[in-house]
């Protein structure tokens, strides 16, 4: 009979092993799920922070640079005035050049051209120019216009590459007589490389380019491309249409792959584009999952251990049982005794309690970079991505709720006179004033920029305008981070009355706080059918 036995035990894997090695299999597989889920979670998380923070950096240059051209526009103004008031000999000409350059280092020259196109007097004197007509297109455009004009790069007489920022100048009784021109060397040191040289290259391994309205190359970090043609690049193209800022994923004029953003520079026409390329961002996000997979294995590893003397547990009675077949199905020995098996639920409950904790384990990492990817990092709200979801639910439901739509009145002034980090106070300011006058089953979310959206189940158009109200009222009267009077316009809509599908509600939340600001701001409005 042993020999049977053990003859039989023999045949094929045991059932120990299989049970080992599949569920071995299932908790690598669940881990392997769980980390390619991890992984484009990361990535995706990097690549919009990166993106974020390019378009930050790329505002606050554009932001600076027009603040320089004003700079200029208004050192050209006087300068242009005290010359229609006093204009005199060579000597007062030349002597306004010279104030005009060195009171400022926003200029490498400045020039003084009458009607006829000749260079009258021009600093520094050195440059050899005065007494010769200037013939260059941009000149006679600036003579032709006769107002504020900043030129498309150009290559000057002098053999430089150059942008010419001129004015016109008129006498007292109204009559033209010339411009002022501030020349800058695009190739030399200049004001904006100054600028973008010190504050454009302070992110990792991103640096900061600017092109002209046309895509001409004014300043790169690399000296031999200034003045190269990259309209072709496609973020560049963003700004020759006037888009005040865009930010996207691109292959760049050299074919490197790369995350940029752009900020146009209002006064001229100009772009700052700030671009990480996209290898750092896939190299940071290999980083964060080889630190992930080092504190999952030894957890991996012991699950590994423990399903093993889990399945030994349960295909021991198993195996017992199929002993017992096989000896019984041979016709040999049918006075055997049934083998005594006990505690078998026992054992399987402890297998499956193996198997709960592997998944359990990936699963909380899984659940957390998920609740990660749909929060908002500045307020801790909600983002878009979950507010859809909490919508299509309640609409397949039937659940009727309320869409409040918040947006923050001027909020640009805020950034503009306060700054972008107490723009940011603000925001999350307005997200505690919502939080704290909602209900636990109210939802709350950043919808982007300084909009806010709401959603209240089963809250009638009534009671959402008062809950509005409150939110208003706290927001324009409590004491805020910039201790300054701010207020909210806020759009109201309901399902099913207002809409029956998420795009349609939102858009016409949307109308209703269209029309709160149409009307002043610092109120509520609640969409009806006279605003289609």
Request: proline residues 3%; hydrophobic residues 40%.
């Amino acid at each position: 009979m042993r020999a049977k036995l053990k003859r039989v035990r023999n045949r094929g894997f045991k059932l120990s092993f299989i049970v080992s090695v599949l569920v071995g299999l299932s908790i690598i597989l669940a881990l392997i799920i769980s980390i390619g889920a991890v992984y484009q979670i990361e990535q995706s998380s990097f690549t919009e922070r990166t993106l974020e923070l390019n378009r930050i950096n790329s505002e606050r240059l554009a932001a600076t640079t027009d603040s320089l051209f004003k700079s200029m526009k208004q050192s050209l103004a006087l300068t242009a005035g005290e010359m229609g008031k006093h204009l005199g000999d060579q000597d007062d000409i030349q002597y306004q050049m010279d104030l005009l350059k060195s009171s400022s280092n926003n200029f490498n020259s400045t020039t003084f051209v009458d009607k006829q196109g000749m260079c009258v007097a021009i600093s520094p004197a050195s440059v050899g120019l005065a007494g010769t007509k200037l013939t260059s297109d941009q000149v006679a455009q600036a003579l032709n216009i006769r107002k504020f004009l900043i030129s498309e790069p150009y290559m000057a007489t002098t053999g430089r590459l150059v942008v010419n920022v001129s004015h016109p100048v008129f006498d007292m009784n109204g009559g033209f007589i010339g411009i002022v021109v501030g020349t800058i060397y695009v190739q030399a040191d200049n004001i904006f490389k100054s600028i973008l040289d010190k504050e454009g290259q302070d992110l990792n391994e991103s640096y900061t380019y600017a092109v002209s309205r046309l895509g001409v190359l004014i300043y790169h970090p690399d000296p031999s491309r200034i003045g190269e043609d990259v309209s072709k690049n496609p973020i560049v193209q963003e700004i020759m249409n006037g888009k005040l800022s865009s930010e996207q994923s691109l292959v760049n004029s050299k074919g490197a792959s790369m995350l940029a953003s752009e900020a146009l520079v209002a006064e001229s026409g100009w772009g700052v584009v700030t671009q990480t390329p996209s290898k750092d961002v896939l190299n940071l996000t290999q980083k964060a999952m080889k630190r992930i997979i080092l504190y999952t294995l030894p957890f991996v590893l012991l699950l590994l251990i423990l399903a093993w003397w889990v399945s030994t547990l349960v295909a021991k009675p198993l195996t017992q049982l199929a002993n017992y077949a096989s000896v019984f199905s041979e016709g040999e020995q049918h006075d055997m005794e049934f083998p005594q098996i006990k505690h078998w639920n026992y054992e399987a409950n402890k297998l499956n309690k193996a198997i709960i904790k592997a998944v359990g384990v990936l699963q909380e990492k899984v659940v957390h970079f998920t609740q990660e990817s749909q929060t908002d990092a500045l307020t801790g709200l909600m983002n878009r991505r979950s507010i859809d979801s909490y919508m299509e639910i309640w609409m397949e439901q039937e659940v009727p709720f309320s869409v409040l739509l918040l947006d923050l009145d001027h909020f640009k002034a805020v950034n503009d006179n306060f700054g972008h980090l107490m723009g940011d106070e603000m925001l999350k300011y307005l997200a505690r004033i919502m939080l704290n006058e909602v209900r636990p089953e109210d939802v709350c979310c950043r919808f982007g920029g300084e909009e806010f959206l709401i959603l209240l189940p089963r809250v009638h158009a009534e009671l959402a305008y008062k809950i509005a109200e409150r939110i208003r009222m706290r927001m324009e009267f409590s004491e805020n981070p910039i201790r300054s009077r701010v207020t909210l316009s806020l759009g109201i809509a309901g399902f099913p009355e207002n809409g029956d599908n998420p795009i349609l509600l939102l858009e016409r939340a949307d109308r209703a706080l269209y029309q709160a600001k149409q009307n002043g701001r610092n109120q509520i409005i609640t969409y009806n059918e006279k605003m289609n």
